[in-house]
């Protein structure tokens, strides 16, 4: 019998690893075929991956005779703990800051009072359509449910569409948005889970904005503080005289640690030494970890990177890249196979007519959704800025950002497992539906709106690559030392001078924070953590 159990499970770690092996193997292969596309205008990496996902995934239901199309099962919580931190960090490191913060305003209303906005559209107008077209059987909770998880853009497909030196203005915008927006979202799928629908008032909805700020507050300070932390280590012990290797791993393991402390998505792992301490930081923290994480790529990349030897600041760079873009490449080629996963399929019991009206239903609401926040609250954002502030969001910018916010993704499906599934398994017909639904439309708004989006700025802003061309953008070495805004932007020593300090708030807000920021930072901040000279 013990032979039998040892055959078995021999048998069992073999199969993981020709599974594992042919998986890497698919991954050198989008990397291949992505390389020669690249001067394709209508697929990029994201697109690739997903239609080489989708044909390795009909080719392996072929040859088990439409038993599986997967060769490894979709794990809502591998993605948000391991493929998830190093795209987010990657991209806080990588950030041009100076557009970023100059645009903050902007983008926390895209990206946190949009969101609300987007989930209160898609959950009444689901809650309103489904019964209309015959589907039934979903509780109120899923209804919330429905609206968070089609409220989340997709941040890593929205980043290879569009290029930060091209398009800073609508990168940065779009870019910000998407992480915010996954942020709020994920918080707010998991009030949704905990809210007791019995009770649903004004009370209950300030506590959930609450919830929000602190989130974001907390989650930001974590990262921060993190940040600092890792800057000030490597500044006074100066790793670099030793080796280069230890400057790295630092770097990597403290943002690792802090997006860890700060997410809670370790629930239902099986109990360790590693589950219980993560678990005892969670009920204390109870974070956002894609918000901690970025704003430590942020802090480290404005303090530490310039604290390592030069060796590792070239290294860093290339290494944060390379996480990120292994990870994006694993979950868009996975999201394709999954798409023809049979057992989803055979378990829902709707027809094919009811599946279309669903599926059109969703992509409908996520449209009026996504207008009805962009609009406006980009109206607003041009009056509360003014011209002093940043440049105007013209009516075509607006499209831009609409349209390329209309993209769902790895985010989306993760949530629609966690809600409707139980460890990637649902033997619920009506869930079954939820999930094929989910999928069909990741796989609609990558394949339609992902294809649309670069051909779409061409028509929209034909003149933005000539503008943008006639300055050089900095070198990648020149953007990590750049401030958060130029000192010449900020407004000078001049012109706050002569005017008083309140009066140029009001104006110019964003420039006369910074101003006084950045002689804090000269004065108290780079003595201690390093920084730029």
Same mark, same amino acid.
């Given at each position: 019998?013990?032979?039998q159990?040892v055959?078995?499970?021999n048998g069992?770690d073999h199969?993981?690893?020709?599974s594992?092996s042919?998986?890497?193997a698919?991954?050198?292969?989008?990397?291949v075929?992505?390389?020669?596309?690249?001067e394709?205008?209508w697929?990029n990496?994201?697109?690739?991956?997903?239609?080489?996902?989708c044909?390795?995934?009909?080719?392996?239901?072929?040859?088990?005779k439409?038993?599986?199309?997967?060769i490894?099962?979709?794990?809502e919580?591998l993605?948000?703990?391991?493929l998830?931190?190093p795209?987010?960090?990657n991209?806080?490191?990588?950030v041009?800051k100076?557009?970023?913060?100059?645009?903050?305003?902007t983008?926390?209303?895209l990206g946190a009072?949009?969101?609300?906005?987007?989930?209160?559209?898609?959950?009444?107008?689901?809650?309103w359509?489904f019964?209309?077209?015959?589907f039934v059987?979903l509780?109120?909770?899923?209804y919330?449910?429905?609206?968070?998880?089609f409220?989340?853009?997709?941040?890593v497909?929205?980043?290879q569409?569009?290029n930060?030196?091209e398009t800073?203005?609508l990168?940065?915008l779009?870019f910000?948005?998407?992480?915010?927006?996954?942020?709020? !979202?994920?918080?707010?799928? @998991?009030? #949704?889970?905990?809210l007791?629908?019995?009770?649903?008032?004004l009370r209950v909805a $300030? &506590?959930t904005?609450k919830?929000?700020?602190?989130?974001?507050?907390?989650s930001?300070?974590l990262?921060?503080?993190?940040?600092?932390?890792t800057?000030?280590v490597?500044?006074a012990?100066?790793?670099?005289r030793?080796?280069?290797?230890?400057?790295?791993?630092l770097?990597?393991?403290?943002?690792?640690?802090?997006?860890m402390l700060?997410?809670d998505a370790?629930?239902?792992h099986?109990?360790?030494l590693g589950?219980?301490f993560?678990?005892c930081?969670?009920?204390?923290?109870?974070?956002?970890g894609?918000?901690?994480?970025?704003f430590?790529?942020?802090?480290m990349?404005?303090?530490?990177?310039?604290?390592v030897?030069?060796n !590792?600041?070239?290294?860093? @760079?290339? #290494?944060?890249?390379?996480m990120?873009?292994?990870?994006?490449?694993?979950?868009? $080629? &996975?999201?394709?196979?999954d798409a023809?996963?049979?057992e989803k399929?055979?378990?829902?019991?709707s027809?094919?007519?009811?599946?279309?009206?669903?599926?059109s239903?969703?992509l409908?609401?996520i449209?009026l959704?996504?207008?009805?926040?962009?609009?406006?609250?980009?109206?607003l954002?041009?009056?509360?800025?003014?011209?002093?502030?940043?440049?105007?969001?013209?009516?075509?910018?607006?499209v831009?950002?609409?349209?390329?916010?209309l993209?769902r993704?790895a985010?989306?499906?993760a949530?629609?497992?966690?809600?409707f599934?139980?460890s990637?398994?649902?033997?619920?017909?009506?869930?079954?539906?939820?999930?094929?639904?989910?999928?069909?439309?990741v796989?609609?708004?990558?394949?339609v709106?992902?294809?649309?989006?670069?051909?779409?700025?061409d028509? $929209?802003?034909p003149?933005?690559?000539?503008?943008?061309?006639?300055t050089?953008?900095?070198?990648?070495?020149?953007?990590l030392?750049?401030?958060?805004?130029?000192?010449e932007?900020?407004?000078?020593?001049?012109?706050?001078?002569?005017?008083?300090?309140?009066?140029?708030?009001l104006?110019?807000p964003a420039h006369?924070?910074h101003?006084y920021?950045?002689?804090?930072?000269?004065?108290?901040?780079?003595?201690?953590?390093?920084?730029?000279g």
């Amino acid at each position: 019998m013990s032979l039998q159990n040892v055959a078995l499970e021999n048998g069992t770690d073999h199969n993981h690893v020709v599974s594992i092996s042919i998986f890497v193997a698919l991954l050198c292969l989008c990397i291949v075929v992505g390389h020669l596309l690249e001067e394709n205008r209508w697929v990029n990496e994201s697109i690739t991956a997903l239609l080489i996902g989708c044909f390795t995934g009909f080719i392996i239901l072929l040859w088990s005779k439409g038993k599986s199309s997967h060769i490894l099962r979709f794990d809502e919580e591998l993605f948000f703990i391991y493929l998830l931190p190093p795209i987010i960090f990657n991209a806080g490191f990588q950030v041009k800051k100076k557009q970023f913060f100059r645009n903050f305003f902007t983008i926390m209303l895209l990206g946190a009072v949009g969101v609300f906005i987007s989930f209160a559209i898609i959950s009444a107008g689901c809650w309103w359509l489904f019964p209309k077209i015959g589907f039934v059987g979903l509780r109120v909770r899923d209804y919330f449910a429905l609206g968070t998880i089609f409220s989340s853009t997709d941040t890593v497909c929205t980043l290879q569409v569009l290029n930060q030196d091209e398009t800073p203005l609508l990168y940065s915008l779009v870019f910000g948005e998407g992480v915010v927006n996954d942020a709020t !979202s994920v918080v707010l799928f @998991r009030t #949704v889970q905990k809210l007791d629908v019995s009770r649903l008032d004004l009370r209950v909805a $300030l &506590y959930t904005f609450k919830d929000f700020l602190y989130l974001f507050a907390t989650s930001t300070s974590l990262g921060i503080v993190s940040g600092l932390l890792t800057a000030y280590v490597i500044k006074a012990l100066y790793f670099g005289r030793h080796s280069t290797d230890r400057e790295i791993a630092l770097m990597i393991l403290m943002a690792y640690l802090s997006y860890m402390l700060a997410e809670d998505a370790v629930l239902g792992h099986p109990p360790s030494l590693g589950f219980i301490f993560t678990a005892c930081f969670k009920n204390l923290l109870h974070l956002s970890g894609i918000l901690t994480v970025f704003f430590c790529g942020i802090v480290m990349s404005h303090y530490a990177w310039h604290n390592v030897t030069e060796n !590792s600041r070239i290294t860093t @760079r290339h #290494v944060f890249a390379t996480m990120s873009f292994i990870s994006e490449t694993f979950i868009f $080629l &996975y999201v394709g196979m999954d798409a023809l996963d049979i057992e989803k399929w055979r378990m829902k019991k709707s027809s094919f007519k009811t599946s279309i009206e669903i599926c059109s239903s969703v992509l409908g609401l996520i449209l009026l959704g996504r207008a009805a926040f962009v609009f406006p609250l980009c109206v607003l954002a041009n009056y509360v800025t003014g011209k002093a502030e940043s440049p105007k969001l013209t009516f075509k910018r607006q499209v831009v950002i609409w349209w390329a916010g209309l993209m769902r993704g790895a985010v989306s499906i993760a949530l629609a497992f966690n809600q409707f599934t139980y460890s990637g398994v649902t033997w619920d017909p009506v869930h079954a539906t939820m999930i094929t639904t989910t999928i069909i439309v990741v796989l609609f708004s990558m394949m339609v709106f992902g294809f649309l989006t670069r051909p779409l700025i061409d028509i $929209l802003l034909p003149h933005h690559k000539k503008s943008n061309h006639q300055t050089s953008p900095p070198s990648p070495k020149e953007e990590l030392s750049l401030p958060l805004i130029s000192v010449e932007d900020s407004g000078g020593h001049h012109v706050l001078r002569r005017r008083s300090s309140l009066s140029m708030l009001l104006e110019r807000p964003a420039h006369t924070i910074h101003f006084y920021w950045r002689k804090f930072d000269d004065a108290y901040m780079r003595p201690i953590f390093g920084g730029p000279g």
